[in-house]
């Protein structure tokens, strides 16, 4: 059974800090990695996909991924109360087949 | 950018009768959709996989008979609630795969309310 684990949250941040977001994935052999962000009541849309270890950033957001570690992270600086919504870890193991998404993160932004 | 349009966004039936919701790529042709439901404070869980001109896969514990699912164009692919209940009620969301990146867009989802 191929597991991705996130923090329910909330995770409460002021306005302008850095939220850290956390998730970990059971298959070793997951290839892909994607940060989705879903306000309620509305799909998910993409932020970023990472795919070799190390940082990838873009804008306000930066994916960290781990291989070793089964462990990937999405970091947003300067946050915005705009960022409020729920983030989900989505992996998979080759190409956009067969993907598994963790519950997601809360995320609230406090003015 | 990529677009899948979902329709309709939302909807609310009657116990004992079927819903059919649409999903169409826009400005790409998808051979492969996916179809997922959400339940409310829970992730997207993957229902089944649409493949043009063939049959559907379904995911396991997935009833094939009450979620038909039709993939006739390249274009466009529909899931059928058949005799829908109120535990069918959820979120049910589709996406595409566009094929040269290995990322899907998601369609608008749609919100099921069975009565």
């Known amino acids: 059974q191929k597991e991705v684990e996130q923090n329910s949250g909330p995770l409460s941040v002021p306005e302008g800090a850095i939220a850290s977001l956390n998730c970990t994935y059971s298959?070793?052999?997951?290839?892909?990695f994607f940060w989705y962000r879903q306000y309620s009541g509305k799909s998910p849309e993409l932020i970023m996909s990472?795919?070799?270890?190390g940082d990838k950033e873009d804008g306000r957001f930066t994916a960290q991924l781990n291989k070793a570690s089964q462990y990937v992270s999405l970091l947003i600086r300067d946050s915005q109360p705009s960022d409020s919504a729920t983030y989900l870890c989505?992996?998979?193991?080759?190409?956009?087949?067969?993907?598994?998404f963790g519950t997601g993160t809360k995320l609230q932004v406090i003015p | 950018g990529a677009v899948v349009s979902q329709h309709p966004s939302w909807v609310i039936c009657k116990s004992g009768t079927s819903v059919k919701i649409e999903c169409r790529s826009l400005?790409?042709?998808?051979?492969?959709m996916f179809w997922y439901r959400q339940f409310p404070k829970q992730s997207l869980m993957l229902m089944a996989t649409?493949?043009?001109?063939?049959?559907?896969?379904?995911e396991q514990g997935v009833e094939k008979d009450k979620f038909l699912i039709n993939h006739a164009s390249l274009t466009l692919s529909t899931l059928t609630v058949t005799s829908a209940h109120p535990e069918d009620s959820s979120f049910y969301i589709c996406?595409?795969?566009?094929?040269?990146?290995?990322?899907?867009?998601f369609g608008q989802g749609t919100r099921l309310t069975v009565v």
């Open positions: 996406s595409a795969p566009t094929g040269s990146v290995t990322e899907a867009f």
């Open positions: 298959d070793r052999v997951s290839q892909s």
């Open positions: 990472i795919y070799s270890n």
């Open positions: 989505a992996v998979a193991s080759g190409g956009y087949q067969k993907v598994t």
């Open positions: 400005d790409f042709q998808a051979t492969t």
């Open positions: 649409s493949n043009e001109g063939s049959k559907a896969t379904y």
